[in-house]
């Protein structure tokens, strides 16, 4: 898997290469528009002003970086997880899921914490409520995250109150900073369902992991396994 520095240290060098290189190759060919994320690069040009030697020019930055040219193919190109389409001078935007996806998630039948098995959910949902997509689009993704959650044993209520929540509300005010100076936490191992029981009586975190308990002053074991430290 490598170290877990590589991903950092990766970032650092294609930040070193675009503030000191590709900005000169984006203001000599003219390009409109430069995204990045992780190794995925979308680039927006007029084929008008700019050649068709732009490929060159980037591979030739460093000995061990290789790029590889997608051009647009019928008015779409596919970046990340979206499907962008040009049609009469505006921009249509499509969620993009690639031939090899599979409809698996953590089943619903799982001894899972309920928090992981709905992350699939809530990111689906989250996804469709915050891409600009048509009425068409949005309907035919419903179907797509409904049958994907009934394939996995999700109850269909569960389903619909993530499909149908609205779209958070963005906002330019400041939110109001609480002071938690005066807080103590206490922090519960992950048994199953009955640590949720206990934490709604109390404000409880609950953690999967001992790398998530920092420092306990006081520890104690009980017959179901319940630790926690103030």
């Known amino acids: 898997m490598g170290a877990p520095s590589s991903a950092i240290l990766s970032e650092f060098f294609l930040q070193y290469i675009e503030s000191n290189q590709i900005i000169n190759i984006l203001t000599k060919n003219k390009i409109l528009g430069y995204f990045r994320h992780a190794d995925d690069i979308l680039i927006l040009y007029d084929h008008t002003s700019t050649d068709n030697n732009l490929l060159n020019e980037f591979n030739q930055i460093h000995q061990n970086l290789i790029y590889t040219l997608e051009p647009e193919n019928n008015c779409q190109i596919k970046f990340l997880d979206v499907t962008i389409s040009r049609a009469n001078e505006e921009l249509k935007f499509n969620i993009y899921r690639k031939p090899t996806y599979t409809d698996t998630i953590i089943p619903y039948s799982s001894y899972h914490p309920t928090q992981q098995k709905l992350a699939a959910l809530r990111y689906f949902s989250n996804r469709l409520n915050s891409y600009p997509l048509e009425q068409e689009e949005r ?22 109150k993530f499909i149908n929540k609205p779209p958070p509300q963005i906002t330019n005010t400041i939110p109001k900073t609480k002071n938690k100076n005066n807080k103590k936490w206490a922090t519960l191992t992950y048994v199953g369902k009955e640590t949720y029981h206990i934490q709604n009586l109390q404000k409880f975190k609950h953690t999967n992991s001992i790398q998530n308990q920092k420092q306990p002053t006081t520890s104690t074991k009980s017959k179901n396994r319940q630790k926690r430290h103030i």
Do not use: L, V, Y
């Open 139 to 160: 309907d035919k993704e419903k179907t797509i995250i409904q049958n994907i959650a009934h394939n996995n044993g999700f109850p269909s209520h569960i389903t619909n």
